[in-house]
């Protein structure tokens, strides 16, 4: 049976200044990943990608490749629960392209990127990803709201992609 995969993609929530957290150290990011169902209009069912590892390209125009990041975008609101909410940036374009998508957290990813004290050879600092739970991850923000309301996070950077296996 061949292998089906979906795409995911982090959600980096970027501070204005640097928290210092007992636990972590300096915190400079919080990491989040959301899973993507890419659903056909013409026959609704969902759309699986083939290899693992694969950032793929769901449609083109005028020669330029789009993904989801073209069409998805997460935004950071401070009354929201979850502080974090992910829709659409170009809904209109991906429904002319035949195509809808669902989205959901991954429960399992989260991390907090943190300052290593060590630099490389140009000076610049290394930066640690640290996993943590959920709980952790929505306490840092709630304990950190002013740091995390910046227009950085206006929308989120959708940086990394990861492919998740599908289980039928």
């Known amino acids: 049976m061949e292998k089906k995969y979906r795409l995911g993609y982090s959600n980096l929530l970027s501070v204005n200044n640097i928290i210092d957290n007992k636990k972590y150290g300096k915190i400079i990011a919080l990491k ?22 694969v950032d793929y390209p769901i449609g083109k125009i005028d ?9 998805m975008e997460g935004v950071f609101y401070r009354d929201n629960p979850e502080y974090l909410q992910i829709g659409y940036s170009n809904f209109e374009l991906l ?3 035949g195509y809808i998508i669902k989205c959901k957290m991954d429960e399992n990813f989260y991390q907090v990127n ?6 490389n050879k140009e000076g610049y600092p290394y930066v640690e990803n640290i996993n ?20 950085a996070n206006k ?3 959708m940086s990394t992609f990861k492919t998740y296996e599908v289980s039928e």
């Open 95 to 97: 429904r002319d392209l």
């Open 32 to 53: 989040s990943m959301a899973i993507y169902e890419v659903i056909s209009l013409k026959t609704g069912e969902e759309i699986f990608f083939s290899e693992p590892n």
């Open 63 to 71: 020669g330029k490749e789009l993904y989801i990041p073209d069409f």
């Open 114 to 119: 943190v300052l290593n004290g060590k630099c």
């Open 132 to 151: 943590i739970t959920k709980k952790e991850f929505l306490n840092i923000i709630k304990e950190n709201l002013d740091i995390f309301d910046n227009e």
């Open 155 to 157: 929308p989120v950077e």
